[in-house]
């Protein structure tokens, strides 16, 4: 190290830490709130096919 630095000073970083935490921050009022979320139409989970006849087909068709 050179003569003008200094090493960083590990005892004073935790009571900047422990004031950080003394107070809580302001409430926030539920009338201030909005709740938002986009949405998308669901897909088909059948895909658009009859699935009841696909399966008669498949198992009783022979």
């Known amino acids: 190290m050179g003569e003008q630095?200094?090493?960083?000073d590990d005892i004073a970083e935790p009571a900047?830490?422990?004031?950080r935490f003394k107070r809580l921050p302001e409430r926030v009022?539920?009338?201030?709130?909005?709740?938002?979320?986009d949405t998308n139409v669901a897909r088909d989970p059948e895909g658009g096919r009859?699935?009841?006849?696909?399966?008669?087909?498949?198992?009783?068709?022979?």
């Not at 009022?29 to 979320?37: I, M, P, Q, S």
């Not at 009859?50 to 022979?62: A, E, N, Q, V």
């Open 29 to 37: 009022r539920l009338e201030d709130t909005v709740e938002t979320k």
């Open 16 to 19: 900047a830490d422990s004031q």
């Open 50 to 62: 009859d699935t009841d006849r696909d399966f008669m087909f498949r198992h009783l068709g022979g």
């Open 5 to 8: 630095e200094e090493e960083p």
